[in-house]
């Protein structure tokens, strides 16, 4: 079998705010850049995908709060992993963060500020001071600057190219098999791969992700035998379920929303244990948007998931969030963060068709973001040589929870970093193994693509999300767990012998279903490994944490510890 053959010193695969820095910084440093994206620049993936008004980034410069430094970011970024993340990169994300938003405006991002010319600063999730930073239009601005920056330089962006595996039979990375959508296949030879996938928040029907986040870089770094860290920890968190899917976020709790089922009744005294009240999860929640099971806001998302699944929410799945008491001035001072944002939120929801004046939302738990992702150092190389990982795919810097803002931020740093590493690594002459494992890899795409079975990949992928939502999402245990993985197990038989595949589309599809059945089985077996309750990390037959496992849980292909 004969293939197109591609060479260049850096193949960055994928284009948000973490791959577009990775390349820039790679080119700058004099390599010859090459950036695989699998859908359009600037338009696709999950940096560029809007969920709320606006975006934070996490930064210790002190503008907020004088007595804020790396030293009390780096404390808050340890205190939210629960000893889940390395503190060697915590404290680099930490120290760099200061950084990030000089490096950004000198890359053409503009931030939010007051009348008074000063940013607009809220204290973001599970943060000790306010120090988070916001983008309008959440973090499409800072995709589109960078964007920017890339077309000045001379990398070669190629769009509409899906990473299919990676070359790197003998322990070291030395390039990757990419696809278009009509089935065409090359070998791009490269000294180092940065992959800057995203997560795979599209494993779940109810997700905050772009179609095209379909955890590509996970599945592909697992089948190379890379090591991943923390793929039990996810962010689920409250979204509008209706008409449009919008981040439902710690800004609204202050505000008290009343929560009725589709009945219209008043649901959640049932679900709130014996000395707790709503008001008091509410406040809990005004602290942090996602789940987690470090206070009694937990109690909100498990309640109304409770409700949903009892067939007692509306026709859309969802309950009821009522917030027509506010109006269109925050009950609070004028520089509480409720007011400094609910303006504009308020507008951003009525422009979505949301009428938060006069009708109650519909809200449910939705799928969010990855915690974890393949293991990096310092320079975001993964424990395979010339393998590189940046933004969602990444991991080591988070843990059990994540600090709000803090992943913008990490895009940028570890971005940063990967990209000059990546422009110095040696090349590397592809070996007859390489050669044989690229071939291995396009023989398989053209033998599903000879596969014209009956089955629609879309159809597979929607019993997968099914099964995920709900055995693998949100409360676990090992009944849930297993019979998920059961249910993979059968999809993974359907989908090699009886999936659609001859046409171009089809055959796309299905390598992404392909991808999302491995990440599925990867995140069902780590959650399997923690027998116990921490972070974004609920287990209802472990309920209680357990001493010996604060620490990051190591999943590889072949062994795992």
């Not at 999950?46 to 790396?70: F, H, I």
């Amino acid at each position: 079998m004969k293939l197109e053959v591609i060479r260049t010193d850096v193949l960055v695969v994928g284009s948000g705010g973490a791959g577009a820095r990775a390349a820039i910084e790679a080119s700058d440093a004099g390599a010859r850049v090459m950036m695989a994206v699998k859908g359009v620049f600037g338009e696709s993936g999950a940096t560029a995908y809007p969920v709320a008004d606006r975006a934070g980034l996490s930064v210790a410069n002190g503008w907020a709060d004088p007595g804020d430094n790396p030293e009390a970011y780096y404390r808050d970024i340890l205190a939210a992993s629960r000893g889940t993340c390395s503190p060697d990169l915590a404290r680099i994300l930490a120290e760099e963060s200061i950084s990030v938003v000089p490096d950004l405006e000198r890359f053409g991002v503009q931030f939010e500020r007051n009348a008074r010319g000063e940013y607009v600063m809220t204290q973001g999730c599970f943060s000790s001071r306010p120090r988070s930073v916001k983008t309008v239009g959440h973090a499409r601005p800072i995709v589109q600057a960078l964007r920017e920056q890339v077309r000045c330089r001379p990398i070669d962006v190629r769009e509409h190219m899906m990473a299919v595996d990676l070359v790197a039979p003998t322990g070291r990375c030395k390039g990757a098999l990419l696809m278009d959508e009509l089935g065409n296949s090359s070998v791009v030879h490269a000294k180092a791969v940065i992959l800057a996938t995203g997560g795979a928040g599209q494993l779940f029907s109810r997700n905050l992700n772009p179609p095209d986040v379909t955890g590509d870089g996970y599945a592909m770094a697992y089948r190379a035998g890379a090591a991943l860290v923390n793929m039990e920890f996810m962010q689920y968190g409250f979204s509008t379920a209706y008409p449009n899917w919008n981040l439902f976020g710690y800004m609204y709790w202050p505000l008290r929303p009343r929560l009725t089922n589709g009945r219209g009744e008043e649901f959640m005294g049932q679900y709130i244990p014996s000395g707790l009240t709503l008001d008091g999860c509410m406040a809990q929640h005004s602290r942090h948007y996602p789940f987690t099971t470090e206070d009694t806001s937990r109690y909100l998302e498990m309640g109304v998931q409770k409700e949903i699944t009892a067939g007692r929410g509306t026709s859309h799945d969802a309950v009821y969030a009522d917030l027509t008491h506010v109006g269109s001035r925050s009950p609070f001072a004028p520089d509480h963060p409720v007011s400094k944002l609910w303006p504009r939120t308020r507008q951003y929801l009525i422009e979505r068709g949301l009428d938060v004046d006069n009708k109650p939302v519909e809200i449910a738990p939705f799928a969010h973001a990855f915690n974890g992702g393949l293991l990096i150092d310092e320079n975001g190389e993964s424990s395979i040589p010339g393998l590189f990982a940046v933004g969602e795919v990444a991991s080591g810097m988070h843990g059990a929870d994540r600090l709000g803002g803090a992943m913008l931020v990490a895009c940028q740093v570890f971005g940063r970093r990967a990209g000059v590493r990546a422009a110095s690594v040696p090349g590397a002459r592809l070996s007859g193994a390489d050669q044989d494992v690229a071939r291995e890899s396009a023989a398989f795409v053209s033998k599903l693509s000879d596969t014209h079975g009956t089955v629609e990949p879309g159809s597979v992928k929607k019993e997968l999300q099914d099964a995920a939502s709900k055995d693998l999402f949100l409360v676990r245990s090992a009944r849930s767990l297993e019979t998920f993985l059961g249910k993979v197990e059968g999809l993974e038989s359907r989908s090699v012998s009886k999936v659609q595949a001859s046409l171009g589309t089809h055959l796309w599809a299905a390598l992404e279903v392909r991808n999302l059945l491995l990440v599925g089985r990867i995140v069902a077996e780590a959650a399997l490994m923690r027998k116990e309750t921490r972070g974004s990390h609920c287990r209802e037959d472990f309920p209680e944490k357990v001493p010996e496992l604060e620490k990051m849980l190591t999943i590889r292909r072949d062994a795992v510890r």
